[in-house]
């Protein structure tokens, strides 16, 4: 029979083996999107395609959502995070090949398959939940995203190292930075399989049955009706939740691509150097994932929507910032800085909001349909940058942005209050 101490011993193993694959993504992708947009770029031979580089990989994490939570459902948390993580792998090989014969459309499709790297690391957050309780799931869940941290601030930061080992081997311009996505990614994969043992939506979905049978068993000797008998809280959705916990995270995730996606552009244009632009990045994605435990704590003890207004304050901040000292480097890496943490509390409290919102049954399909809206919004948001950057500058983008800041902050007040922890 599973006990409770079996589940407990199930979620440290689990968040141990998630925050190793988290430091691994960290590395693999920290520097695609800066060496990205750059690289599309030179190749398309224009600065308005730069925001594809944001685009085609938040469009692959967009489009592997949904196709990685059915396979989980299927088959677990550990095959469908481990092919993710190979789909990135592939993709760095792909973005390697179109430097060397200078394609913009293949450049495009290995972005897209290294966005599925990204759709493993927003899923990792989920898994972090599947046999967490509600009053920890915020801190677990955080844990994980923190541990991005490490490896997504050294991996802008690789910029240069990789171009000097990718000149060593001959590799194209500005392609050594591929070389940490290809073995990160790799490595990633063979974590998943070996380290997800038992897997924890498995052993979830186990343990809610056995929760379940034993619910029953105390409902029907206490002489309550059979027909109550199997219903519970946990077996209904609630819609109000999802919805807004879905716009809250889509929304945000829109908001950080859009303007971080053109920072390095906007920065690279003004003169600062590569590793200027690796630095700042380094200090936004630092913003990202250091502090999520915290975001994490204040979801569970404050609430789920006051952490995720929290986050939107954060975001309107950062967005006066760049907006009006956009000719300045400092109040650009200031406003990066506060666009990360805001989208952290914004993303680690919807995250917990949509997982108690949502059914057990139905839990990992609306994790993934989530998924895909949050990724395809950013996917949007890195398309359209570009053209706001070319038509109004970096600092019409960022004041344009803060009208999606205006929705979420409007919607999370006017939305009833249905859950103890919203």
């Not at 509600?134 to 677990?140: K, L, Q, S």
């Not at 995270?249 to 303007?259: D, F, G, K, Q, Y």
């Amino acid at each position: 029979m599973l006990t409770a101490a079996d589940v407990a011993r199930a979620q440290r193993r689990t968040r141990t083996v998630l925050m190793i694959g988290q430091v691994l993504a960290g590395l693999g992708m920290g520097a695609t999107l800066s060496i990205g947009a750059i690289l599309a770029g030179e190749i398309s031979g224009s600065p308005a395609f730069s925001g594809m580089a944001a685009t085609m990989v938040t469009l692959g994490a967009a489009l592997a959502a949904v196709p990685l939570a059915r396979l989980a459902r299927r088959a677990g948390r550990a095959p469908a995070l481990a092919t993710g993580a190979l789909t990135a792998a592939t993709g760095a090989v792909v973005c390697t090949v179109a430097a060397g014969v200078q394609s913009f459309p293949v450049l495009l499709v290995g972005l897209a398959l290294i966005g599925s790297g990204t759709a493993v690391n927003l899923q990792s957050r989920f898994a972090a939940a599947d046999l967490a309780s509600p009053a920890t799931r915020g801190r677990d869940l955080s844990l994980v995203v923190w541990a991005t941290t490490v490896g997504a601030v050294a991996g802008p930061n690789r910029i240069g190292p990789g171009e000097q080992l990718g000149g060593v081997l001959g590799m194209p311009e500005l392609t050594g930075p591929f070389l940490f996505t290809l073995v990160a990614q790799s490595l990633a994969a063979v974590l998943y399989l070996l380290g997800l043992r038992p897997d924890p939506l498995v052993l979830a979905a186990a343990w809610a049955t056995e929760q379940q049978r034993v619910a029953d068993a105390e409902r029907a000797s206490a002489g309550y009706a059979e027909s109550a008998v199997g219903e519970s809280r946990a077996d209904v959705d609630d819609r109000a939740g999802i919805r807004l916990a879905v716009l809250s995270i889509a929304l945000s995730h829109a908001t950080m691509v859009a303007v971080m996606a053109m920072t390095p552009v906007h920065l690279t244009a003004h003169g600062a150097s590569l590793v200027i632009v690796g630095f700042t990045i380094s200090l936004h994605i630092a913003g990202m994932y250091a502090l999520s435990p915290v975001f994490g704590v204040l979801a569970d003890r404050v609430g789920r929507r006051p952490t995720i207004l929290l986050g939107q304050g954060m975001l309107a901040a950062s967005l006066l910032m760049t907006g009006f000292g956009a000719e300045a480097e400092g109040w650009v890496v200031a406003g990066l800085i506060f666009l990360g943490l805001g989208w952290s509390a914004s993303t680690v409290a919807g995250s917990a909001l949509l997982t108690d919102s949502a059914s057990v049954a139905r839990r990992t399909t609306v994790q993934g349909r989530s998924d895909l809206i949050m990724s395809g919004s950013g996917a949007l948001g890195g398309a359209l940058a570009g053209v706001v950057l070319a038509a109004s500058g970096y600092s019409g983008l960022s004041f344009a942005t803060l009208g999606l800041v205006a929705v979420v902050v409007v919607a999370n007040i006017v939305t009833p209050r249905r859950a103890v922890l919203t």
